[in-house]
Structure formats: structure tokens, C-alpha cells
């Protein structure tokens, strides 16, 4: 069965401050998906949040980027930014750059994620969504889970899995994008995926399927914006079993909390803590950044599920050094390596700084 599975998210207003997702605008998003799977636009959806982040995961067959499924998620968020001025939460509608829909809401403010599969006879699939932090923050973990054997056991003792993958690599200032081969080019890869400021993981295909295993988003906020606004909070689809890794092999990397750009004002580095959707509350110093994982089995489009992959007592250590990790980061204040260097600054108030002194400088002798 050929299907479609896109997740579209959008911050329309946080509750309280960036913390946490109103239950009435979930509400009100839930009533646009409904009435769409009514009408036959979709196969099937589910609605939740990650921190202030309004995520909708749907099923259909109408391709990606299709002009009818991302004009519905407009519609929605709209709805939901309504919904959020009404109750007067924070920053209703930020990510919503556009003053109308033009087709396709990339580049308006939303994150995508999309794929189109040939649903298998058994169809496992964990979506990954995060707060706080931006679209490179998925470069280690979709690394560790594609290309890293210490991580993924199936690259050295699956068949189906040896041969490797290929990971479409974008950049998101120059908007280029280069596809390089796992294992053969791993060395000429981390040159790119270890500056994920710049460098993201759009995609990742099976070698010698060319089915696609993984997408991201890869949007960034302060470059359409030209200021910033929020971080790109991004998310991420990932396939499991069979020629892919194994559902515990795709969670593995989050056992090990990594150091990734986001947290307060989007302007500094921070542990990225695994939590259950009920903890996806970023709080402390609007952190830190979060990331949930939902799975669900897919059946002829058709949702069962979710589980929440992350609400699991193994992870507690990992949530344990995250809390750690960010006592050590805050102890620098405004100093990097907490705060971020000033070429990730450039959206700031660092160029009005650097404007008004500029008289002030002198040459060294």
C-alpha cells in the first residue's frame, strides 16, 4: 500500500511563558483533523505536543508536499493561533511567518517531515520531536542509528542491513545539498553532520532498496525570519525492522544525552533529555531542550498506537545526566560554550551591539 506520512508542527502560543501546550488548542486541532479523515483527506491522524509545539502526525496517499494536506495544517494552525489569543497565551502564532497560505507551508514557518513508503506487512515507525533546539540537533542520533556500529549491531550481523545507507545531507544557509554513502564515506560525512548549525540531516535511504529509512525537518526559523523568533524545534520520522535498524537500536542514541543549540532564547547549548510526552515541559531556564519519541505500527494507514517510547525507566539515567549536564553548561552564564558563538548570534542583538561600538574600536600597534 503506498502511503503518505507527514508530521507538521508549528509553536501558536505557549502555556506558560514556552512551557507547555494549551489542551484547548490541542482540542481545536483535533477538530480540523477529525473532520478532514471524515471528508476522506485523511487516512488517519494523531495530535499532540512536545513543550509549546502543536504536532500533527497524519496518514494519507496524496504525496508530499501536497497542496490540499498542507493547506489543512494551515488551516489548523490558524485555528489554534485563534484559540491561543483568545486565552492570551505566549507568543500566539510565532512560527506562522506568512500573512496567507501559498500552497505549501514550507518556508512559511512550520516544520515538515514527510515520506511516502510501500507499506509493509508489519510497519513499525517512531517519530521523534523536540523543543528547544534546532534541525541539526537530529545529526548524531540518526548517525549513530544508520552508520554506527557500536550503536546498530544489524550493520555488521544483518544481511539485510549491510550494505549501508546513504544520507541526503542539506545546507540550510547556502541551500544546497549533497548525498553521501555510509560506510565507505563515513569520514567525509562527519566533516558535514558534526556542524549542525549549518549542516542537516534532510533524509536517509536503504543502498540497496533505495527505500527511504528516515526525513527530517530542516527548516530554520531565523534564516527565512531574518530574525529570531524561536528555535526550529524539529522533527523526525524513522522506519524500524527489517532492513532498517531495530526499534531499540533507533532509541539507543538517546540513552547518551548530547549537548545541542537551543534553551534559553534559542541562544545557547544544552543537554537534550528523552521524556515522555507528559514531560516535555521545558521549564528550567525554558529548558532544557527536550525530545519525546512516539511509535506506532502501521496498518493500511491506519495508526495503532501510539506507545510512548521514552516513558521507560531505562531512560532515567539519561534524564539524570541531562539534569547534570545542564548544572555544568549554566555554571558559564553568558560565556560560551553555554551561550553560542557570535556567528550563531547574528539574529540577536549582537549586530546592534557590534553596530554601536563599531567608532570605538582601534587598531593594535
Known amino acids: ?15 506558560v511563558g514556552h512551557s507547555e501546550s494549551h489542551p484547548e488548542v490541542l482540542k481545536k486541532a483535533g477538530e480540523y483533523m477529525a473532520k478532514a479523515k471524515k471528508d476522506g483527506l485523511l487516512i488517519d491522524y494523531h495530535v499532540t505536543k512536545c513543550g509549546d509545539d502543536l504536532q500533527l502526525i497524519m496518514t494519507h496517499q496524496r504525496g508530499v508536499d501536497n497542496d490540499e494536506i498542507h493547506k489543512l495544517t494551515w488551516d489548523t494552525f490558524l485555528a489554534g493561533t485563534e484559540v491561543a489569543k483568545t486565552l492570551k497565551l505566549y507568543g500566539a502564532g510565532q512560527d ?32 521523534f520531536m523536540a523543543d528547544k533546539t534546532a534541525a541539526g540537533a537530529w545529526n548524531m542520533p540518526l548517525y549513530k542509528m544508520f552508520a554506527d556500529p ?26 544546497r545539498k549533497i548525498t553521501l554513502n555510509s560506510p565507505e564515506e563515513i569520514y567525509d560525512m562527519l566533516v558535514f553532520m558534526g556542524a549542525p548549525g549549518r549542516y542537516a540531516v534532510k533524509a536517509i535511504y536503504h543502498r540497496e532498496s533505495g527505500d527511504i529509512a528516515a526525513v527530517s525537518s530542516t527548516q530554520r526559523l531565523s534564516l527565512m525570519a531574518g530574525r529570531y523568533i524561536g528555535k526550529d524545534d524539529p522533527v ?23 549537548l545541542v543549540e537551543g534553551w534559553m532564547r534559542g541562544s545557547h547549548m544544552g543537554p537534550l533529555m528523552p521524556v515522555s510526552v507528559a514531560d516535555s515541559t521545558p521549564s528550567r531556564f525554558d529548558g532544557p531542550p527536550r525530545v519525546i519519541g512516539l511509535g506506532f505500527q502501521l496498518a493500511n494507514g491506519h495508526f495503532v498506537g501510539p506507545r510512548d517510547m521514552f516513558a521507560d525507566k531505562s531512560f532515567n539515567l539519561a534524564r539524570h545526566q541531562a539534569n547534570e ?10 560565556f560560551e560554550p553555554h551561550r553560542l558563538p557570535l556567528d550563531e548570534m547574528e539574529y540577536t542583538t549582537m549586530p546592534e551591539v557590534m553596530q554601536k561600538l563599531a567608532g570605538r574600536f582601534e587598531e593594535l600597534e
Open 325 to 334: 549536564m545542564a548544572d555544568l553548561m549554566r555554571r558559564h552564564g553568558p
Open 1 to 15: 500500500m503506498k502511503l503518505t506520512l507527514s508530521v507538521i508542527k508549528a509553536d501558536i502560543g505557549g502555556y
Open 236 to 258: 523526525c520520522i524513522v522506519r524500524g525492522q527489517g532492513q532498517f535498524p531495530a526499534v531499540g537500536e533507533i532509541l539507543e542514541p538517546f540513552a547518551s544525552p548530547i
Open 150 to 175: 557500536f550503536n546498530t549491531i544489524g550493520l555488521v550481523i544483518a544481511p539485510t542491513m549491510h550494505g549501508g545507507f546513504a544520507f541526503e545531507i542539506h545546507d540550510v544557509k547556502e541551500h
Open 96 to 127: 506562522l511567518l506568512a500573512d496567507a497560505f501559498s500552497g505549501n507551508v514550507r518556508g512559511m514557518g512550520p516544520g515538515v517531515a514527510e515520506m511516502e513508503l510501500e507499506e509493509r506487512p508489519a510497519e513499525p515507525v517512531v517519530i
